[in-house]
Structures are given as structure tokens and as C-alpha cells.
Nanobody, 116 residues
Framework: QVQLVESGGGLVQAGGSLRLSCAASGFTFSRYAMSWYRQAPGKERELVAS????????NYADSVKGRFTISRDNAKKTVYLQMNSLKPEDTGVYYC?????????WGQGTLVTVSS
């Protein structure tokens, strides 16, 4: 079955960096776009970044433009989120997401905490 497993979260000081990874299995990874979402405490889940199936196109939430970079390695079936210049408002659980045809799959999430 389709599975997404995130890793790389943790505690970091404001201004620091983290790289999140999402390992995919159970589907033809190179065929599908991938996204990262996040959910801050008490807030709704929001889209952070997306990347097309071949990596040729990306888009970002305005709040992370210029600081975060989404990328993918189709040979490794992994999507990444490089997060630089982190701010306390970036704190939340980060989720990997894909839609394969009619099915939607979320990872279990990885917690990112940015201290001021």
C-alpha cells in the first residue's frame, strides 16, 4: 500500500536550519507530485510547498518563499524540504502528502520546534 514516512524534525533555534525527508513506497513515485503541509498548534493544516513529478515545477506558501526549498530524488523515492532561517512561527507538525489517482495519502508527521 502507499506509504509515506517523514523524518528530520527536531528542536532548533530561530535562524537555524533543518532538512526534512519523506520516504515513499507502494506506488510509482516518479509519476506523482508531492507536497509538504504543516499544522501549528491550534491552527488548520496548511500547504507549505509542492513539487511536480519530475521536479521541474515548485510552488511555495508566501510565508516560506526564499527560506524553504522542496526537492525530490526519484531514484531514492524521497522528497525533501530544506528549511533555512527558521522562525518560531514555523513550529508545527510537518506532513508529507501525495495524491495517486483517487487516493490521498498522508505521512505520520514530524515535529519541528523553533525556539526564540
Amino acid at each position: 500500500q502507499v506509504q509515506l514516512v517523514e523524518s528530520g524534525g527536531g528542536l532548533v533555534q530561530a535562524g537555524g536550519s533543518l532538512r526534512l525527508s519523506c520516504a515513499a513506497s507502494g506506488f510509482t513515485f516518479s509519476r506523482y507530485a508531492m507536497s509538504w503541509y504543516r499544522q501549528a498548534p491550534g491552527k488548520e493544516r496548511e500547504l507549505v510547498a509542492s513539487i511536480t513529478n519530475n521536479g521541474g515545477g515548485t510552488n511555495y506558501a508566501d510565508s516560506v518563499k526564499g527560506r524553504f526549498t522542496i526537492s525530490r530524488d526519484n531514484a531514492k523515492k524521497t522528497v525533501y524540504l530544506q528549511m533555512n532561517s527558521l522562525k518560531p512561527e514555523d513550529t508545527g507538525v510537518y506532513y508529507c502528502y501525495t495524491r495517486t489517482g483517487v487516493s490521498v495519502t498522508w505521512g505520520q508527521g514530524t515535529l519541528v520546534t523553533v525556539s526564540s
